[in-house]
């Protein structure tokens, strides 16, 4: 393990943040006009007073480099962490490689709002001596498990708040002498507050289409893209995301940026009380019966079976349930250990949930066979991981009298242009009490084939909902911070931000935080 080239602070040094500036004042009066949905207490302020801190001019990635071009990998300067999320107090390692080896520094920023700018710098890390660490031998199952030293620990200092973290990794400089490489990790910061709202990210599925370092996912097995026989670690760089478009900002951000943060930003400009885990936060429910309301962000398709127990007895016990994501709790995927013993660092995929029905009987038929199989996801989403699964359409209003329609001057059959995509849900379960259709049309796969597609919304037992959008995209036509590219796929896209979309998620995040019938 080599040395940093700064003799006060070696690679394992506990480092502790930078005390950051005092905050700026609240967020400007439009934001606060617009902010329908945000109670005014403690969580709601600890938001606000974080995003008045100034945010940074330059987080985003600007010099990065694949090692191909029809590859993933930017091998220049590349990391990852040693777990998905870590609280404040407890450390977590940065696993760094850089070839040719030479020097480099990072820097972690936490994404929100911010004025605006998307994230803020919270400490700054180096410079390292960096080296090229070992790319892993092919494992059982394909598994591709580095075992990198650690490059720097770091400890959570107390003040910095729950949230999707990354560390941008810059090189000092390149072979001309002029330019240098870059590449991000990322971690959730989590918290054990109670809070309004608890946004799941979907880092289950980063981790099943991430192909680092070539062609290594659940998806690119010789046997066939859809079946259980590679298992996919948590211990190696994520390669930029494969499938949709060619967004360099994915590279080693997983799908964060892609289909995940607008909500955050949007949340936090609100100044909503929100806090972050990460699917494998979710083994146990007793981090969100702490919350008013879940969500499940983007794109949610791998799903621990302890995962579904967790989000069933939260919905038993009151909490509110938004699944803003689509494709969502497809694959049943168990987490096992890593070959040094930390806990849920590997996952495959184990089998299809749907119970007995017909769309799970149809993977079995068409992928399996599989070890495992999940209850019917229906009776917990409301709607249905159905086949095909994916195309694009319009989102298009069903019910323009149900109260999360209000304000929005919707009428029926009125079309939110592109917002269904690139995967939904459809088929809601006929029996379950009060569920109601407020969204449904047709969607186009690979533009020619024709499948339809619902989004409902049933009460729980206490006063609680549950919410299906139906739709990846529903957090695209929130907002569109810095970093973040529309995507597009089967011929479609969303246009961005839609104050259509934007009340009518103001009116359910209300309704989950009031708890009001």
Not at 25 to 49: K, P, Q, Y
Not at 134 to 150: D, I
Not at 377 to 383: N, V
């Amino acid at each position: 393990m080599t040395k940093p080239n700064r003799p006060d602070l070696s690679r394992r040094d506990v480092l502790k943040g930078v005390s950051a500036m005092s905050a700026l004042g609240a967020l400007s009066s439009n934001a606060m006009a617009d902010d329908r949905g945000a109670a005014e207490h403690s969580g709601a302020s600890l938001i606000r007073r974080e995003n008045a801190k100034p945010g940074s001019r330059d987080w985003q990635l600007t010099r990065v480099r694949l090692d191909s071009r029809d590859g993933v990998r930017a091998s220049k300067i590349e990391g990852y962490c040693s777990r998905q999320s870590v609280a404040a107090g407890e450390s977590i390692d940065i696993m760094v490689s850089t070839d040719p080896a030479q020097a480099f520094v990072v820097e972690i920023f936490r994404t929100g709002y911010y004025g605006g700018r998307g994230a803020r710098l919270m400490t700054k890390l180096g410079p390292f001596d960096g080296s090229v660490q070992p790319l892993p031998e092919v494992g059982e199952k394909r598994l591709r498990e580095c075992r990198w030293t650690p490059s720097v620990t770091l400890t959570i200092p107390d003040d910095w708040p729950s949230g999707v973290y990354l560390g941008r990794l810059s090189t000092l400089t390149d072979a001309t002498g002029f330019g240098y490489w870059q590449n991000y990790v990322v971690f959730i910061v989590r918290d054990d507050r109670p809070a309004d709202i608890l946004l799941q990210c979907s880092d289950n599925t980063w981790q099943a289409y991430n192909q680092w370092p070539d062609d290594y996912s659940v998806y690119t097995h010789p046997k066939g893209n859809q079946g259980p026989w590679a298992d996919v670690s948590f211990d190696r760089p994520y390669g930029m995301y494969p499938q949709i478009f060619e967004n360099p900002q994915t590279i080693g951000s997983g799908e964060w940026l892609c289909f995940e943060y607008p909500l955050a930003y949007w949340l936090e400009k609100h100044g909503y009380d929100v806090t972050y885990c990460s699917n494998s936060d979710m083994l146990a429910p007793d981090r969100g019966l702490k919350c008013k309301a879940f969500i499940s962000n983007g794109h949610d398709e791998y799903w621990d079976i302890r995962q579904y127990n967790s989000v069933v007895k939260m919905r038993d016990e009151g909490v509110s349930l938004l699944f803003l994501s689509g494709n969502s709790v497809c694959w049943v995927s168990p987490f096992r250990e890593s070959v040094d013993g930390r806990a849920n660092r590997i996952l495959f995929r184990g089998g299809p949930y749907g119970g007995d029905y017909r769309w799970a009987k149809l993977r079995e038929q068409q992928h399996g066979p599989f070890p495992h199989r999940g209850p019917d996801e229906g009776y917990l989403m409301g709607s249905r991981n159905i086949d095909p699964v994916n195309g694009g359409g319009d989102w298009v209003c069903a019910r323009p009298d149900h109260w999360m329609f209000e304000g929005t001057g919707m009428k029926r059959g009125e079309a939110i242009p592109g917002l269904i995509g690139w995967e939904y849900h459809g088929d809601p379960p006929a029996d379950i009490p009060g569920l109601e259709i407020v969204g449904k049309g047709t969607a186009l796969q690979g533009g020619v084939n024709p499948q339809a597609w619902t989004s409902t919304i049933y009460p729980g037992a206490k006063g609680n909902f549950v919410f299906n959008a139906s739709t990846i995209w529903w957090c695209q036509d929130l907002a569109s911070p810095p970093g973040h590219w529309i995507p597009w796929s089967h011929w479609s896209r969303p246009h961005g931000p839609d104050d259509r979309v934007q009340r009518i998620t103001h009116n359910l995040l209300r309704r989950a935080i009031d708890n009001v019938a």
